[in-house]
């Protein structure tokens, strides 16, 4: 049957529906698809590897009818071995996918002819072959037909590069299903190879991670292509890893370009001019780059030895011979010429641009569009070192037409950065908010490819400076309504992503491989509870440092360090499942129109901060219009920097002094941003802010900035707050519960916040609150039933220990009876709370944290809202014990009368400040003093009864250990009670005992009207 397949007819032609002429042409080509195919036996069936008398055989056919490998033949290949397929029974088709592949891997090989046709046909054959050697019959034929396929992918010319890398990777990966380093490892290594050189040209996905992938797979490969048994492909591996170091994001700059240049020496031991002169030049060229870059020894000496380099090069790579690599060449002389010290300045930049030029005489825009987009940006650049900024210009907006932000997000960044930064020094703003906005996409797409949630974050850090200068320039441009986009595009990504992964799959099964990350996630928070426990302090008391907030200490050691780091590995996989990571949502930011829409009523108005390195802008934002209040010289440091020093790190060290200095603190903030300009020229009419903060203002309890005669800001206007607009916008599109709120409460989860019992009391009788949907001490207020009861009722508030971690937000606790629920927990698909409506955190510290630079703020308060909340009540610092607990009534109160959320908040406020102390004793004394009293006694009998068991137990017993813990926890809530009932009598005594600030400003609402 092999020897009779060149006589087979061939189909008529009316099929094909071809003309007389192509006809005759097609003939030809059929013809010569079954010579190719009668020069492979049938009885060769290894078709892994080549007999070299038939590939001999095929390349002299192959010589003789170079003509005839064009596309065409493509359709020939496709058509005549479809055909064969179809005619022959199941047992005579792997023979035929068999003698497909070894004349496509022939053809893939071939170095004469049309490269670029050639790949296409060997694809094409590749392609068809496996069809019929699939995974599931044929596994091992499967896999090397995968890892052919690989190889042409990343080779290919034609079709689109970034798709082919992918087609590429995908099928080495494929083919690493099967084949191992135990049971072929030259083919193993060659994949490796190929995947290397895939990741190292990958145009999508993170360029960080792909860099790192190229280089492991590229060590992987040399395990097997030693230097002794592989040489010539062991330096190629070195001359492609050396690329990699070169233009390597991780790790120190420096020492990877030592990396590269050593990696190149050693490609040089074997790529010799003799021998492979080539090879030998290629790698000239790119050592070249290496000592153009090289940031260790002397820097004059690291050019000239770049120049001598590339003229090496030139060499062998002369203009008629390898036109593309000559180009290429005059390409990096170019870019030496541009930043040679030695010579003339003027006449090394001519002689740069000399050679820039030369190159765009091989790289035109439609056969090498990269290659002509580079070209351009590297003239530019040359023009713009002697200041021929209009040339310059026009270069970089050329470049720009292949380097957009979907095809090359990395060289648009660059080239829209340097466009941008050039046209704002020369004032053309709408141009560099051309360049910023393209550079800005471009930083996006990254960051939609980056897999890694941390890696997202710092794309997004990194190019922090590109969102402020193009905020400038609209502002410059008078463009605030695009200076508002652009602020918010930069704030609060990491959040906004959660949220719509959560609202996507609220109510979907959770798969099974996230399933079971979150139980590793659960098991390794239950060995951190455990031993906390073990960590608590548990010396004698120390009356003198007992307080009466809500706040706790964290027993922290390197054990509880060590299984925090592994639960945040656990976190980062679990992003990597995330549908909005894994490419398959991407959230669109927010349109000017889309931000006005949150505003309702023509009295509501959007005040949202935003801090470049010199000013500070505070855009007003209303139904109709939009207007700005510049604060000039008051930059990042001046700003951002004094909050950090003067707020939060005073609460942080000393907070007694903190405490004292707060209203002088705020008042000086108030000055800062000058307030009292803000209301006059920008806020007429208005009396509710939506208040979106900026970095350390995210701290800053914003109704206790003082405005005069006695005021407060939150006197003059309702305030609520967002991280972002979008945020905000994610929880107004969120389905309202309705008006039959069912309401439930987690009280004094550890026994000795005394205040919050009677607070769960007030609570209960204010909304019928069944005992069921009370959480109350330490045998209810569990971690498991608090997860319960989140999932059922539409009102949450909890009241009970919490506590912030600025070193590691995640790690943020909510302190219950048995454990604690960390603010990463609450991130993860396991806390997806659709029907959750209202959470009020009557807790300390569940809205303090460390705002990132990118805008993302990780507090319980936002972690509620990515767990499907519409509304929250959080707590900037330690709160007090008895206030919360009043705030908390006086809050619920209103709100049951009608009031919304930011109203209920202000009277809730108001009526706080306002108590005096004969009010607090006649109306909330008596019952305080009962309970007290009823949970003193139960906690006297508990101690006691714990100091008897003691005592029956062998002193150093584990036994006794035991009860002594237990004696010791009773013995502090006593104390905690005692001092309880000690500071109701002194407030009672006092005109307002919760005038200070300190006492109501702390609660912050966040979210919906």
């Given at each position: 049957m092999a020897k009779g397949f060149g006589q087979k007819k061939t189909p008529p032609a009316t099929k094909r529906q071809t003309s007389q002429w192509d006809s005759i042409q097609e003939e030809t080509r059929d013809r010569l698809f079954f010579q190719l195919l009668d020069a492979i036996s049938e009885s060769h069936r290894n078709f892994q590897t080549v007999d070299q008398r038939i590939a001999r055989e095929i390349n002299l056919l192959l010589e003789a009818n170079q003509e005839q490998l064009d596309e065409h033949f493509v359709k020939v290949l496709r058509y005549h071995s479809s055909a064969i397929l179809s005619e022959v029974p199941p047992k005579g088709q792997k023979g035929i996918a068999a003698r497909l592949m070894i004349l496509s891997y022939c053809i893939h090989e071939f170095k004469k002819?049309?490269?670029?046709?050639?790949?296409?046909?060997?694809?094409?054959?590749?392609?068809?072959?496996?069809?019929?050697?699939?995974?599931?019959?044929?596994?091992e034929q499967w896999a090397a037909c995968q890892n052919s396929l690989g190889n042409a992918y990343h080779r290919r010319f034609k079709g689109d590069r970034a798709e082919n890398l992918?087609?590429?990777?995908?099928?080495?990966?494929?083919?690493?299903?099967?084949?191992?380093?135990?049971?072929?490892?030259?083919?193993?290594?060659?994949?490796?190879?190929?995947?290397?050189?895939?990741?190292?040209?990958?145009?999508?996905?993170?360029?960080?991670?792909n860099e790192e992938l190229a280089i492991e797979a590229s060590k992987a490969a040399m395990e097997v292509y030693t230097r002794e048994a592989e040489p010539k492909t062991w330096a190629k591996i070195q001359n492609n890893l050396g690329i990699i170091y070169r233009d390597r994001i991780c790790g120190d700059k420096a020492e990877n370009l030592e990396q590269a240049i050593a990696c190149y020496e050693n490609a040089l031991l074997f790529r010799t001019r003799e021998e492979f002169p080539e090879l030998w030049a290629q790698t000239q060229t790119n050592l070249a780059s290496a000592y153009r870059h090289r940031l260790h020894g002397d820097r004059v000496e690291n050019v000239e030895k770049a120049i001598v380099a590339n003229k090496a090069a030139l060499q062998v790579y002369t203009q008629d011979a390898f036109p593309a690599d000559w180009a290429g060449v005059q390409t990096n002389l170019g870019n030496a010429y541009r930043t040679r010290i030695n010579g003339d300045l003027n006449e090394n930049l001519e002689m740069a641009i000399a050679a820039h030029q030369a190159a765009l005489q091989i790289f035109n825009q439609d056969e090498?569009?990269?290659?002509?987009?580079?070209?351009?940006?590297?003239?530019?650049?040359?023009?713009?070192?002697?200041?021929?900024?209009?040339?310059?210009?026009?270069?970089?907006?050329?470049?720009?037409?292949?380097?957009?932000?979907?095809?090359?997000?990395?060289?648009?960044?660059?080239?829209?950065?340097?466009?941008?930064?050039?046209?704002?020094?020369?004032?053309?703003?709408?141009?560099?908010?051309?360049?910023?906005?393209?550079?800005?996409?471009?930083?996006?797409?990254?960051?939609?490819?980056?897999?890694?949630?941390?890696?997202?974050?710092?794309?997004?850090?990194?190019?922090?400076?590109?969102?402020?200068?193009?905020?400038?320039?609209?502002?410059?441009?008078?463009?605030?309504?695009?200076?508002?986009?652009?602020?918010?595009?930069?704030?609060?990504?990491?959040?906004?992503?959660?949220?719509?992964?959560?609202?996507?799959?609220?109510?979907?099964?959770?798969?099974?491989?996230?399933?079971?990350?979150?139980?590793?996630?659960?098991r390794l928070q239950q060995q951190i509870d455990k031993e906390r426990g073990r960590n608590q302090p548990s010396n004698d008391f120390d009356n003198s440092k007992l307080d009466n907030s809500r706040a706790a200490l964290a027993a922290y050691n390197q054990t509880i360090a060590d299984l925090e780091a592994e639960k945040l590995l656990i976190w980062e996989q679990l992003r990597r499942?995330?549908?909005?990571?894994?490419?398959?949502?991407?959230?669109?930011?927010?349109?000017?129109?889309?931000?006005?829409?949150?505003?309702?009523?023509?009295?509501?108005?959007?005040?949202?901060?935003?801090?470049?390195?010199?000013?500070?802008?505070?855009?007003?934002?209303?139904?109709?219009?939009?207007?700005?209040?510049?604060?000039?010289?008051?930059?990042?440091?001046?700003?951002?920097?004094?909050?950090?020093?003067?707020?939060?790190?005073?609460?942080?060290?000393?907070?007694?002094?903190?405490?004292?200095?707060?209203?002088?603190?705020?008042?000086?903030?108030?000055?800062?941003?000058?307030l009292s300009d803000l209301i006059l020229w920008h806020l007429e009419g208005i009396s509710e802010m939506i208040i979106v903060p900026h970095y350390a203002l995210h701290q800053i309890p914003f109704a206790a900035l003082p405005i005069g005669d006695n005021r407060y800001l939150g006197d003059k206007f309702l305030i609520r707050y967002a991280p972002s607009c979008q945020v905000l916008e994610f929880c107004q599109q969120r389905p309202s519960p309705g008006n039959n709120l069912n309401c439930g409460t987690i009280e004094d989860a550890t026994g000795d916040l005394p205040c919050a019992s009677f607070e769960g009391e007030q609570l209960a009788v204010l909304y019928s609150i069944p005992d069921n949907q009370r959480l109350k001490g330490r045998h209810q207020a569990t971690v498991s039933n608090y997860r319960e009861l989140a999932q059922t009722v539409q009102i949450l508030h909890s009241s009970h220990h919490a506590q912030s971690r600025f070193d590691n937000p995640f790690e943020s606790t909510l302190i219950l009876g048995d454990g604690c629920i960390t603010l990463g927990q609450l991130m993860t698909p396991a806390w997806r709370l659709p029907q959750l409506s209202d959470v009020f955190l009557s807790c300390c510290e569940t809205g303090l944290g460390l705002s990132e630079i990118t805008g993302d703020i990780l507090t319980f308060s936002t972690a509620f809202l990515s767990a499907g909340a519409r509304s929250v009540i959080s707590t900037l610092w330690a709160v007090d014990d008895l206030a919360t607990a009043l705030f908390s009534i006086f809050y619920y109160q209103e709100w049951q009368q009608g009031k919304n959320r930011p109203e209920a908040m202000r009277q809730a406020q108001?009526?706080?400040?306002?108590?005096?102390?004969?009010?607090?004793?006649?109306?909330?004394?008596?019952?305080?003093?009962?309970?007290?009293?009823?949970?003193?006694?139960?906690?006297?009998?508990?101690?006691?009864?714990?100091?008897?068991?003691?005592?029956?137990?062998?002193?150093?017993?584990?036994?006794?250990?035991?009860?002594?813990?237990?004696?010791?926890?009773?013995?502090?809530?006593?104390?905690?009670?005692?001092?309880?009932?000690?500071?109701?009598?002194?407030?009672?005594?006092?005109?307002?005992?919760?005038?200070?600030?300190?006492?109501?400003?702390?609660?912050?609402?966040?979210?919906?009207?």
């Open positions: 002819g049309n490269e670029a046709n050639n790949l296409e046909i060997a694809i094409a054959g590749y392609e068809i072959a496996v069809t019929v050697l699939t995974y599931e019959a044929f596994p992918e087609r590429s990777i995908a099928c080495c990966q494929n083919a690493l299903k099967v084949l191992t380093r135990e049971s072929r490892p030259r083919m193993w290594a060659e994949i490796q190879h190929n995947l290397a050189i895939a990741y190292g040209n990958r145009i999508r996905g993170d360029r960080l991670e090498f569009p990269r290659e002509w987009a580079m070209a351009q940006m590297n003239l530019g650049n040359a023009y713009l070192n002697l200041n021929r900024n209009f040339e310059a210009i026009a270069c970089y907006r050329k470049a720009m037409e292949v380097f957009t932000p979907t095809a090359f997000p990395v060289d648009c960044l660059k080239a829209g950065t340097t466009l941008g930064n050039v046209s704002f020094i020369a004032g053309d703003w709408q141009l560099a908010i051309e360049g910023y906005g393209n550079a800005i996409e471009a930083v996006e797409t990254s960051r939609t490819w980056a897999t890694s949630e941390f890696r997202r974050q710092e794309i997004l850090a990194e190019a922090i400076d590109i969102y402020a200068n193009i905020v400038q320039a609209c502002i410059n441009n008078k463009q605030l309504d695009k200076a508002v986009e652009y602020v918010e595009r930069s704030r609060s990504k990491r959040l906004v992503d959660l949220m719509a992964s959560n609202d996507l799959y609220s109510s979907a099964e959770i798969p099974a491989e996230i399933q079971e990350y979150l139980q590793d996630f659960e499942l995330d549908p909005v990571l894994a490419g398959q949502i991407r959230v669109n930011p927010l349109k000017f129109p889309s931000i006005q829409q949150l505003i309702d009523k023509p009295t509501t108005a959007i005040i949202s901060f935003y801090t470049t390195v010199s000013d500070t802008f505070i855009f007003v934002v209303r139904q109709s219009e939009i207007t700005l209040k510049s604060c000039a010289s008051l930059g990042f440091e001046a700003l951002h920097g004094w909050i950090s020093q003067n707020w939060l790190g005073q609460y942080v060290n000393d907070k007694v002094s903190w405490k004292k200095q707060l209203v002088e603190s705020l008042t000086e903030l108030a000055k800062q941003l000058n108001v009526k706080l400040r306002e108590l005096t102390g004969n009010t607090l004793a006649a109306i909330y004394k008596p019952q305080l003093t009962e309970l007290l009293k009823q949970k003193l006694k139960e906690t006297d009998a508990l101690r006691k009864s714990s100091q008897a068991e003691r005592k029956a137990c062998s002193s150093g017993s584990s036994d006794y250990q035991q009860w002594d813990e237990e004696y010791k926890k009773y013995d502090k809530i006593g104390k905690q009670i005692y001092l309880s009932r000690n500071n109701l009598e002194k407030y009672c005594q006092e005109l307002k005992p919760f005038s200070h600030p300190f006492y109501w400003a702390a609660f912050t609402c966040t979210g919906i009207r």
